[in-house]
């Protein structure tokens, strides 16, 4: 199967557009999911983001997703609408370069400074209620442009398990499709074959990124490596894909930061390589099977 691999462009150290899609071309990448790091949609006209598409695929790149990954948990009920706000208006741009998918978490993202803890200034519920209501003006907007909205389950966000997973799925509907990123459930102990099958059609993007630890902070309890250096399941993971008729993209999604500022010096286009290397090796488990 000549499927998509695509690469995250997040935290790619301000690198051109123009040097990111050169170098994974050169590394054997069919595919860059764009982010909000190269596109603001309040301030840039959606124009700005089909001219990186057009950039992507005069080098060969599909862009499968933009991920937009907002945090809606928080008490400043200005900052949320703007994040709505850039929600909407990233779908709309998304949309309009024919970008067919588009990724988003609940929040709080843990990983940005300045983020709320569930149960401090926001009640639990309260959180659930931000976040269900910004998802849902997110969907409104996404069936009305033709883009799929995926609810990436992520580490620290109030879906961070399969059960709150499914609790915001059944909340929001059928509609709502999800971006699998098993790294994540390394740390929930989630069965992510299992979980591939329930969800099936469901499943809009997979995430190729691995990890080892416990639920906690990045870099304290637990850390993201490369696919195949942690404890997911890839054989399974790639035997339920295949049996769900998954032919979607699947994304390197690079987080392994200790690795590239030491043992790379920093070298982003070599983490990327060195990523697609072990791509490769990842799928040959799914050969074998």
Sequence with gaps: MNRVISYI????????????VETLADAGYTGIDWTLEQFDPLNEAPGALRELVG????????????????????????LWEERVQITERALEAAAAAGIPTAGVVTGPNR???????????????????????????????????GVRLCLEPCWGT????????????????DELAVTIDPSHFVMTGDDVPAMIRAWASRIGHVHLKDAFG??????QEFCF?????????????????????????MAVEFESFTLRSNALGGDVAAGARLARRLVDGVMGLGAKL
Excluded: F
């Design 9 to 20: 462009a997040a935290d790619v150290e301000g690198m051109d557009p123009q040097q990111l």
């Design 111 to 145: 990983w940005v400074p300045g983020w709320e803890r569930p149960g401090e200034t926001l009640s639990e519920s309260g959180c659930w209620d931000l976040a269900i209501k910004a998802l849902d003006r997110a969907l409104l907007t996404a069936n009305r442009v």
């Design 55 to 78: 950039l992507a695929e005069t080098a060969g790149l599909a862009c499968p997703q933009l991920m937009i990954h907002q945090d809606y948990v928080t008490s400043d009920p200005e």
């Design 158 to 173: 109030l879906a961070a398990d399969r059960y709150w997973a499914e609790y915001a799925l059944a909340r929001l509907g």
């Design 225 to 249: 490596l490369l696919p195949g250096e942690g404890r997911a399941d890839w054989s399974g993971i790639l035997r339920a894909l295949d049996e769900i008729g998954y032919a979607g993209a």
């Design 214 to 219: 416990t639920p906690g902070m990045d870099g």
